[in-house]
């Protein structure tokens, strides 16, 4: 069976400082893989997505960037974080051939910039 | 371009009482539909979806969704709720065809009060 995880579950960081999050997945290959942000009450905002390896593409225009060094790897990152980047940032992956793209999420990071 | 819209932010109920979430979406093709359940500080969940046949989807926990095609909805329904069922619930629109994202709406905050 396929499980994504996500590391770590919380996160504090001061302004100014990076950010990397990681997100992996297992039992499946060639998935489409996903990076949201949740911020308080506004929802879910798809951040970036991936239909392969070094593909990426941005949705919302911001300090955050992501990468896919390998098939089930993504990770986001930030050089200098801010305080609007707090929030719950989700992973999610699909199935690359599928015609509906269901979306199977990940756990969740909590990151805090204070 | 697709959207989706929940029309409400926050819903109440006593437990046991029935429940209706309701979701509209807009898009000019054919979609598949989503409803995805996110408790406290975890990821989203799948609760059901509809891809093709019966405009009654039943799914997870009790829960069961209709699509109608020509008010362009597929709102939520469970006929008695726990205290368990306190969440927020994401309707989400897929247009298919290889798209990869889906389109989520805001999200509807059900508090079950005892």
């Known amino acids: 069976s396929q499980t994504i995880h996500q590391w770590p579950a919380t996160l504090v960081q001061p302004v100014g400082s990076p950010l990397s999050l990681e997100c992996t997945v297992e039992g499946t290959s060639n998935p489409n893989l996903y990076w949201y942000r949740q911020a308080a009450g506004r929802g879910l905002q798809l951040l970036f997505y991936s239909v392969g390896i070094g593909q990426i593409s941005s949705e919302v225009p911001q300090n955050l960037s992501a990468s896919r060094p390998q098939d089930r790897q993504f990770i986001l990152s930030s050089k200098k974080l801010l305080l609007s980047d707090s929030g719950f940032y989700l992973c999610?992956?699909?199935?690359?051939?599928?015609?509906?793209?269901?979306?199977?999420f990940g756990p969740g990071t909590r990151l805090t910039v204070l | 371009a697709q959207s989706v819209t929940q029309l409400d932010s926050q819903v109440p109920v006593f437990e046991e009482a029935p429940v209706e979430l309701r979701c509209n979406y807009s898009?000019?093709?054919?979609?598949?539909l989503f409803w995805y359940v996110q408790y406290p500080n975890q990821g989203l969940q799948l609760l059901l979806k509809?891809?093709?046949?019966?405009?009654l989807v039943k799914g997870i926990n009790g829960f069961e969704a209709e699509f109608n095609k020509s008010q362009t909805s597929f709102h939520l329904r469970k006929p008695s709720v726990h205290i368990s069922d306190t969440a927020e619930y994401f309707c989400a629109v897929s247009q298919g065809g290889g798209s990869e994202k889906l389109v989520f709406g805001k999200g509807t905050k059900l508090t079950v009060n005892p």
């Open positions: 509809y891809l093709s046949g019966s405009t």
């Open positions: 999610a992956w699909s199935v690359r051939t599928s015609s509906y793209n269901e979306q199977f």
């Open positions: 898009s000019s093709v054919s979609v598949y």
